[in-house]
């Protein structure tokens, strides 16, 4: 470029937006930018440097968009994807309350994320026939699909303070596997379609083009490293935490923005936002006359209090919307024939028939991805389940962590690696205990940390074998553990496929209890454990019911 700025852009500064030096002929664009909100309307807590925190919620945001669209430079609201899943909300109103809170907010793009497929066709489209903002896609053809034939378009043009703006769309094609598109909706190479968009916005003399991309960070910078036409790419999926905070509880992953040349040379920014509406992205840029990136400036937004109240209508709106909600958290989704054990004690030590029965809905949950094998680990389970009725709250006290399902494949080695990492502290109870399903395992206490797991054996078709420690095993993890969480650096280094399917594990296991109706779970010898001194027996070591259910 023949002048760059790159200006580290806090707090203040960024609610302040204080413009670029004006270069001849130049277009200043603010892009304010979410993704992966799932539903999350609600403000939710966080630990920030030791103290209990609010952060984000749909009023929040909304009070911090106006304040922006007054003073930032022709602002630009987009969301790369992922609105739908993730909170009961969604449940109720399949995404219509989220679109209400997205018109108020005024969001002009949003990215077709593969969570809005998780109902199939028709839902989407009556969340899209009733969007006053436009959904793109470049890569999504639904030109077969009748419920969406006319309602996603590759790319938008929108004018924005005098200016012709693109922003193309891209969706990962990991949806035809993790979400319920069905057969009639394809997905494409992202990069062609892409490429082509650009072109053909070019063709139109739009030279100021953005890429709204619902790949993952890790894609989108592959891909602007390919791409020729569009300098700006906003992310999402791969839920992704940008930027420099205080907090010694945040890890970001990359600088916002994070800066990757293109095949010309050019610098490309590579923005996202986190998860949740837990984070807001601001980022100025500005374009010369041919479109040409000039100077760029931003900072992501941590939503705590100090950053804007919340709206007071939307917040009474929002109580409106939260009425159903409370009323479903009651409802009955399934009935346990037994006790469904999540005592400390149990599933941190030893198999537990909730343990197994939660692993078995991971793999459920993601079976048309291939999934064999689950892990789950003990302190992820927070209480049990009595005989009796199963209620949606009841669910949510069991796994409170809104974790997500992260598909990833393992070599023997590496699954073999986590075992021992689970049975390491087992003294100690510690909350790394994996509850499994699709295997077997037997660890000795005699043995020291390390090599206490002396046999493992994979279920199959023709029944259970020895684990192979160079086969490479399709696994479905929480999203926690996969991030290396409970000592599972294993799980983090792992290079093989990883997808985070998004899929909230509480939700899953409702989905699953709901296809079972009746819960009859009992112990089925997928963990044992040698030389175990007897005064740590449970009583409930004897405690077995028939039946056992499985996968």
Partial sequence: MKRREVLKAGLAASLGLAGFSRAQGAFTLTLVHTNDTHAHLEPMELTLSGKKTPVGGVAQRIALFDRLRVRAKNPLFLDAGDVFQGTLYFNQYRGLADRYFMHRALYRVMALGNHEFDLGPAPLAEFLKGARFKVVSANTDVSREPALKGLVAPYAVLWVGGERVGVVGLTTPDTKEIANPGPTVAFLDPYESAQKAVYELLARGVNKILVLSHLGYGEDLKLARRLVGA????????????????????????????????????????????????????????FGPTGELLAYKGDALLMTPEVAPEDALAKEALKAFALPVQALFQQVIARAKVDLVGERAIVRRRESNLGNLIADGMVWKTRGAGVQIALQNGGGIRASIPAGPITVGKVYEVLPFGNTLVVMDLKG???????????????????????????????????????????????????????DLEATYRVVVNNFIAAGGDGFEVLKNAQGYRVDTGFSDAESFMDYLKALGEVEAGLEGRIEVLNEPKTERPAYWAYRVPGPVGV
């Fill in 413 to 467: 080695r590496e699954i073999l690696a986590a075992l021992e990492n689970g049975v390491s502290q087992w003294e100690a109870q510690a909350g790394r205990f994996l509850q499994v399903s699709g295997l077997r395992y037997a660890f000795d206490l005699a043995r020291p940390a390390g090599s206490r797991v002396v046999r493992v054996e994979v279920k199959t078709e023709k029944g259970f074998v020895p684990l």
């Fill in 231 to 286: 300098q700006v790419i906003v992310g999402g999926h791969s839920h992704t935490l940008l930027g420099s905070f205080p907090h010694k509880e945040l890890s970001p992953l990359g600088p916002y923005p994070t800066v990757v040349k293109n095949p010309e040379g050019k610098d490309v920014l590579v923005v996202q936002a986190w998860e949740w509406g837990k984070v807001v992205g601001v980022l100025e840029v500005q």
